[in-house]
């Protein structure tokens, strides 16, 4: 049978007193903050590789394609990876899981440092993607759980920007500390901001209605939309809906296109305008704090549009549209002979990249239980990491026949608007499914 939404107004059961619960709070903004973190730490562990493949290429000697390979190993686990630990997070809830993943990513990106051949980086990317894959799939749970509809996509860009904020962060630190200490020690760098973040995350995070700081009127804007069926969807259930493989391949023909500027752009700006390690910073910070500002303007930006008396749906694929555009004059990045126009034109598709991918992820929320929302990241996100995988091994190969960028910037050009119309043909108004038993 169908199980359709109640009408009334939400039950909330809480497991807190409510004579001990404060008058006033913004608790939900602090697991926004928290989630923000550990996407920095994320990304940061994953960013450490890119930044140094233009001088590990010498110093180790791997080929163009034995580049592409190492990053495909890292792309191909995150991709079984995501599945699984969808699945978990559904299953154990977002506290345990989050702090479990957060152990095995921070754990393998520190191997790195022990490892002396492309096959030993291979090795380690493989384990790093296994636990990198739960981030998001956690992450959006949460934001399920703590937010209402209307304020998932802002909350969603804002712990999304901190793939910007590890990017950024990365080009900053790792330089600085390859030249004075070695590459080895770069590996090492983050762990001990990995093991705060645990211990931090196990110490403040409950659901909402378990969390003693919540307040009695927070607690209702959080549940304010109408309840949903709570279900354990099994894979097969989820893979026959249309709206799943809409957010699937939305993921596979986009995510490929932000692995290329994070383990890609360190070497395109060496070999295109001859930046040494020295010199690789600042263009990629440029470029990552232009996708931080990007990740949260486009994430608020349907509630914006939605001000001016657009429904909340349209208004999100509204807001996709324009980032879908943004990313168009990327195609010119190959040609010009200028660093700082290539870094404009980056820096623009990079922010339009994350505006997209803040709303993205949002429209799984939007067309799923609440339930089942880890799993659907998780095998969205799976797709996006395959396409991640082809794409990467069809790079390196690309460059190391063509030496040119050109059909690989003309590729992240037109992405984003076949995957919304892929979107929209498959998922029309992002209806919300129907839950079969």
Known sequence: MAISENSAE????????????????????????????????????????????????????????????????FQFAYAVGLVLAGRMVDRFGTRIGYAVVMGIWSISAMCHSLVRSAFGFGVARFFLGLGES????????????????????????????????????????????????????????????????????????????EHPKVSRKELELIHRDPPQPSVNIPWKKLVAYRQTWAFSLAKFLTDPIWWFFLYWLPKFFDARFHLGLSHLGLPLIIVYNASAIGSIGGGGLPALIHRTGMDMVKARLMAMLLCAIAVTPIFLASSTHSEWVAVALLSLAAAAHQGWSANLFTTASDMFPKSAVGAVVGIGGMAGSVGGVLFSLSAGWVLQITHSYASLFGIAASAYLIGLLVLRLLAPGLRKVEVAL
């Open 10 to 73: 939400p039950q909330i059961v809480s497991s807190v007193p409510e004579a001990s619960r404060p008058l006033k709070s913004h608790v939900r903004w602090t697991v926004c903050a928290l989630l923000l973190c550990a996407t920095s730490i994320n990304y940061m562990d994953r960013q450490v590789l890119g930044i140094l493949a233009p001088a590990l290429q010498h110093s180790i000697g791997w080929t163009e394609a034995q580049y592409g390979y190492i990053v495909s190993a």
């Open 134 to 209: 739960g981030n998001f799939p956690a992450a959006i749970k949460s934001t399920a759980e703590w937010f209402p509809q209307s304020e998932r996509s802002l909350a969603t860009g804002i712990f999304n920007s901190g793939a910007n904020v590890g990017a950024i962060l990365a080009p900053a630190i790792v330089p600085w500390v390859t030249i004075r200490y070695g590459w080895r020690v770069s590996f090492l760098i983050t762990g001990i901001f990995s093991a705060t973040w645990i211990v931090w995350w196990l110490t403040h995070y409950r659901k909402p209605s």
